[in-house]
């Protein structure tokens, strides 16, 4: 006999929430005409430690209809520089955290409702999110989870039954956010221009004992938030992904990745591949990527100062921390790219023999993520322009790995043979704006195991044609 489920219960710890008034605006989602549930993600409801719930209770939970025990539904505030811009205030204008739980796995994480309304810092926006961005996060979110790369992840993704007034009318949906915290680089800006001093140190106190436990001070923290995101970049690259607005405030503090705006993998190879239809003049294309985050550090240097009692040895200090980032970022990158090519235990020159297949893979736009998964099989060549320049490159690769066994085994682990394709993501919420689910199951299903050999994706796998090619994205709010 079929039982009922449990209602939801979702045991909330909330910590952002005894901050000052100043950190956030306590702010309730607005409701909506017409929830209805398209995804829950139960495995990672079951790490949150969320039990029960029927698909009515969770659509009415999370598209913000009711708010469920132990919420305490904030907005939170914060600046940033947006494209190199400072704004000085910025905040969750379409977003509320519903508070914090402390997972299975001990870790603490925000619940936030994206898309879920108007709030003291929408500015001129209307707080809403459509379903194409919705459906888009969900799904990359979750591939870059599967790829092994620190992000924020998806918890549901609810229509609403609203319209949204865009290009044109579209379907409305909230996204539900999951997140080590959603404090950004510009959280600590937006303290710090103010010179509300008290509250840039509460800040620091309250995002050490959460994120970075094991140091103290200005100093040790920007020390560590660097090393997070030096590990963070060379990932996203090791797999082609432009996030596509590298912001101040899109940088967050636990270093995962955030806001799945108008970012993409690259499928033919460019260092400057650039998608964001926003970004007039490259500054977040892929080989910026690296340079960006080192002026992002930058900012939080400085945003830090005012904590320091000594000013010019905080600037002193700050510098070279920032300046120490380029070596840091390099050593991790070439981490990232060796074993991609089966190198174990990186050597600087590995460096050269890793840039020349780039070089050579750029030359004729090979694909990406295809060229890596070839490497070491009989196929690889076919990547490539001049098939016979990669043939020399092949000879001195070989020598470079003499000794390694089951090359083919090696090289899978590191490099994925799916990744969420722009045009595939596409083709999904087109399907999904017409009420047509199918493919957002499937693509969920194929990028959570995106390392694994599976013939029913083989079609997932190739390159878009002419027709499918996906030129510009946009931010899509
Ligand atoms: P993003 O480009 O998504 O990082 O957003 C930048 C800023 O704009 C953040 O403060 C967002 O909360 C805000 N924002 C984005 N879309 C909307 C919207 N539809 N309504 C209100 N605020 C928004
Ligand atoms: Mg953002």
Redesign the pocket.
């Known amino acids: 006999m079929d039982t009922a489920p449990l209602p939801l219960s979702i045991p909330f710890d909330n910590s952002y929430a005894s901050l000052p008034d100043q950190f956030y605006s306590r702010q309730s989602a607005s409701t909506v005409s017409k929830p209805e549930l398209i995804a829950f993600n139960r495995p990672l409801a079951d790490l949150l430690g969320i039990t029960g719930g029927q698909d009515s209770e969770l659509a009415e939970i999370f598209g913000g209809n009711k708010i469920t025990d132990g919420a305490e539904p904030l907005s939170q505030l914060?600046a940033g520089h947006?494209f190199g811009q400072y704004n000085p205030q910025?905040?969750?204008?379409?977003?509320i955290l519903l508070g914090e739980t402390i997972g299975r796995d001990g870790q603490r994480r925000d619940i936030q409702l994206k898309?879920s309304g108007?709030?003291p810092?929408?500015?001129?926006?209307?707080?809403?999110?459509w379903l194409g961005p919705v459906l888009r996060e969900y799904v990359v979110s979750e591939a870059m989870h599967a790829l092994g790369i620190p992000t924020t992840r998806a918890l549901a993704a609810v229509l609403t039954g609203e319209q949204v007034i865009r290009e044109s009318v579209l379907p409305g949906a909230v996204l539900t956010r999951v997140a080590q915290s959603h404090i950004r680089v510009g959280t600590f800006q937006v303290f710090s221009a103010r010179k509300e001093f008290d509250a840039l140190r509460q800040l620091l106190h309250y995002t050490i004992a959460r994120h970075y436990p094991e140091t103290d001070g200005p100093l040790g923290f920007l020390k560590r938030v660097i090393e997070s995101q030096a590990r963070l970049i060379p990932q996203w690259m090791g797999v082609g992904f432009i996030h596509g607005?590298m912001?101040t405030?899109?940088c967050q503090i636990a270093g995962e990745t955030i806001?799945y705006?108008p970012c993409a993998f690259m499928d033919s190879y460019h260092p400057m591949q650039l998608f964001s239809s926003i970004d007039q003049f490259g500054r977040y294309a892929f080989g910026n990527q690296p340079d960006i985050i080192v002026w992002n550090m930058a900012q939080l240097a400085s945003a830090l100062v005012p904590l320091m009692p000594d000013a010019q040895d905080a600037i002193e200090l700050f510098t070279k921390a920032v300046h120490d980032m380029v070596p840091l970022l390099k050593k991790n990158w070439i981490r990232v790219f060796s074993a991609k090519i089966g190198i174990s235990d990186p050597r600087e020159e590995d460096e050269i023999l890793i840039n020349d297949l780039l070089n050579l893979m750029a030359e004729g736009r090979a694909d990406f993520t295809n060229t890596f998964a070839a490497l070491g099989t009989a196929k690889a060549r076919d990547e490539f322009l001049v098939p016979d320049k990669f043939d020399l490159w092949e000879v001195r690769w070989m020598e470079r790995i003499t000794g390694l066994d089951n090359v083919e085994e090696t090289l899978s682990k590191s490099n994925p043979i799916l990744i969420p394709r722009n045009h595939r993501i596409e083709q999904m919420i087109q399907a999904a704006v017409s009420g047509d689910y199918y493919l957002f199951q499937r693509l969920s299903e194929a990028y959570s195991a995106p390392f694994t050999k599976n013939h029913s994706f083989d079609d997932l796998r190739h390159p878009p044609n002419d027709s499918e090619i996906v030129r510009a994205t946009f931010?899509g709010?």
């Not at 910025?90 to 977003?95: E, I, K, N, V, Y």
């Not at 810092?121 to 999110?129: K, L």
């Open positions: 914060y947006q910025l905040g969750d204008g379409r977003a898309g108007r709030t810092y929408s500015r001129g926006g209307d707080g809403r999110a607005v912001n405030d899109n806001d705006g931010c709010t």
